[in-house]
Structure formats: structure tokens, C-alpha cells
């Protein structure tokens, strides 16, 4: 999923990075909208928000939305940043890097509520927005802007248009590739929702709360390294062959 890159990286490569993320997200969304009643994905709702305590003079209330997107953006920004400042380093998976430190965020914010009372939340709000600017930053550069996985009002919008373009074969003959296409739309909406079911389950029904933040971050450092876990076992089965060939 993370190893593979430009070039060598395949339609299942995306479509795996796709699913595993996007259940990341949805897990994320739900834990902390349960745990601060605020979306912790995505900006849109706060950009309205923001606008409307402006429009109505209430500048101070205002403030703590713009705080939010501006979480999101300082995100995308330092994952960014950290993936072209070491992108020369051959030995070194760039991609990984805001993966293990969202990972570790993650944790630290469910470790924190676990031994103390949450008393900023909307402090804790804002990390986990910096975390998903992160995820959608790396996501997308790794995927060539393919695939995105924090939020789904463009995914709907771009599933719906493709949807409708195989009603014009003769239009868009490409139909392999639009299959492909609306295959990965599919894929990531129903693991963003999937991922949305199963925190909700481990937060609510299981009361294990902003804990549930652990089971997101376990899931994503699992398939941070599985590429390089597959890889090193793979060449210890064909070193082991030669050895008895």
C-alpha cells in the first residue's frame, strides 16, 4: 500500500490503501463527534459555522471554528512538508512518516482521556483535525490525488457523475477504467461507513470511548508496515528455496 510508488503503484494498491484509511477515518468521525458533538474529518461544516457567527457579528464564537480548519490545514501542511523534506532519502518511506506520527497522536489523545479528565476538548477536537489533514495529505500525494479519505461530499458528487457517464458508452468508451474507478468510490464510501459502525460500537456499546482511537491507530500502524512485513517475508521464502533447491 505505502511502498509502491508513481509508476509501480497498481489499481489494487490504491483500492487496499483506500479501505484500510477510510475505515481509519470513519472510526475517527464518529469517536469524536461522539465524544465533543464536532465532525474531527473534515472542514465543511465548520467553514458554515464560521461564516455564519460572522455574518452575525459574534466574531469571539467564531473563533474556535476557524481554529478548527485551520487544525485541518497546519495538518495537510506538516505531512506535506515532511514528505518533501526527506522525499531524496532512498531508504527511507517517506509516506510512513505522518502515518506513525498520526498513529502515535492517536493514541496519545486516547491515553490522555484514559488517565485524565478531558477538560479542552475542544483542544483535543483540533488534534484530531490536524491528524486527519495529515492522513488526507499523505493519502492523496501518495495516490497521485486518486484517493481521498476524510470525507465523502466529493466522492458522492464524483461517484454519481462517473455512475451516470455509463448510460453514454459511446461517449466514454472507457469502460474498464470507469468500472475500476467507481469500484474505488464504492469501496472507500463503505469502509468510511464501516469504519463509522464499528466506532460507534466500541465507543457506545463497549464504552471503551475516545479508547477507541487505539483500535484507529493500531489498524493504520498494522498496515503502515505490512508492505515491508510482506516484502521481508517473501524474501526469506525464496532465500529459504535456494538454501534446499
Not at 118 to 123: E, F, I, S, Y
Not at 128 to 152: D, E
Request: with cysteine; glycine share 6%.
Amino acid at each position: 500500500m505505502f511502498r509502491h510508488q508513481g509508476k509501480s503503484r497498481t489499481f489494487k494498491h490504491n483500492l487496499l490503501l483506500a479501505s484500510v484509511l477510510s475505515f481509519v477515518a470513519g472510526i475517527v468521525n464518529v469517536t469524536g463527534f461522539l465524544a465533543f458533538k464536532q465532525l474531527t474529518t473534515n472542514v465543511t461544516g465548520h467553514f458554515a459555522l464560521f461564516i455564519n457567527d460572522v455574518a452575525n457579528l459574534d466574531f469571539w464564537r467564531g473563533t474556535i471554528y476557524f481554529i478548527y480548519i485551520l487544525s485541518f490545514f497546519l495538518g495537510s501542511f506538516f505531512a506535506s512538508l515532511l514528505i518533501e523534506k526527506f522525499r531524496e532519502n532512498k531508504r527511507l518511506n517517506v509516506f510512513v512518516l505522518p502515518g506513525i506520527i498520526e498513529s502515535l497522536l492517536l493514541i496519545a489523545i486516547a491515553m490522555y482521556a484514559y488517565f485524565v479528565e478531558v477538560q479542552h476538548a475542544d483542544l483535543i477536537a483540533c488534534l484530531l483535525l490536524f491528524a486527519m489533514g495529515m492522513q488526507n495529505s499523505y493519502v492523496t500525494k501518495i495516490s497521485n490525488a486518486i484517493v481521498r479519505t476524510t470525507h465523502l461530499t466529493g466522492l458522492f458528487t464524483d461517484l454519481g457523475i462517473e455512475i451516470s457517464q455509463l448510460f453514454f458508452p459511446k461517449v466514454y468508451p472507457h469502460k474498464v477504467k470507469l468500472h475500476a474507478t467507481i469500484k474505488l468510490r464504492i469501496f472507500i464510501i463503505s469502509f468510511f461507513f464501516g469504519g463509522g459502525l464499528a466506532g460507534g460500537f466500541f465507543y457506545s456499546k463497549l464504552q471503551m470511548e475516545l479508547n477507541t482511537l487505539v483500535i484507529a491507530a493500531m489498524i493504520l500502524l498494522v498496515s503502515l508496515f505490512y508492505d515491508d512485513f510482506r516484502y521481508r517475508l517473501l524474501k526469506a521464502r525464496r532465500k529459504f528455496s535456494k538454501k534446499h533447491s
